[in-house]
């Protein structure tokens, strides 16, 4: 922290840090970005997601055994409660996540699994930089759903992963 800067002004440019760090995770899913999933958490930063619970490193491989095309996530961040105290957060994010199994006539296509959850993370400045140190996953209520009936979007820009989206263009 700079010492001549006021400690509000401080607390808002640290809260933001965090708060540009837990929005990069749902990018980094929905993308298949391994290397910016892996880029958000501290090398010895635990995840515990209830199907797998152990080194967030070990998370970011076992999301990357589930890639494949066809595969669609889409996470949605809500609110966000941010409490930092020093060069430590907690933090609280209400998310729902939304993932349809199979391309157009795979397996998987006709369902879409519907997930409200919270990632209750405590997140560390170390050497300037907040990371994620421990994320817990908490699960409400969740569904799969019929998606037999698809939207035509074919004359809309489409998704991607990493690095064919759009958004790796701008």
Same mark, same amino acid.
């Given at each position: ?73 889409? #996470? ?8 930092? @105290? !020093?060069?430590?957060?907690?933090? %609280?994010? &209400? ?53 037999? #009936? ?8 489409? @998704? !991607?992963?990493?690095?064919?989206? %759009?958004? &790796?263009?701008?």
């Amino acid at each position: 922290m700079d010492q001549h800067r006021d400690p509000e002004v401080q607390r808002l440019i640290d809260e933001s840090a965090i708060r540009h760090l837990l929005a990069l995770y749902p990018r980094a899913l929905d993308r298949q970005d391994s290397a910016l999933l892996a880029s958000l958490f501290h090398p010895d930063a635990v995840d515990d997601h209830g199907h797998y619970n152990g080194p967030a490193s070990g998370f970011v491989e076992w999301m990357k055994s589930g890639s494949r095309p066809g595969v669609h996530w889409t #996470h949605h961040n809500g609110t966000q409660i941010i409490e930092i @105290e !020093g060069d430590v957060a907690q933090t %609280e994010t &209400y998310c729902i996540a939304l993932c349809r199994h199979g391309a157009r006539g795979e397996a998987g296509f006709e369902k879409e699994t519907f997930l409200r959850v919270r990632y209750l993370d405590r997140v560390e400045k170390r050497e300037g930089k907040w990371k994620i140190a421990h994320r817990r996953v908490i699960f409400s209520p969740c569904h799969i759903a019929d998606a037999s #009936h698809d939207f035509d979007a074919s004359m809309c820009l489409q @998704e !991607g992963g990493f690095p064919a989206d %759009e958004v &790796y263009r701008w």
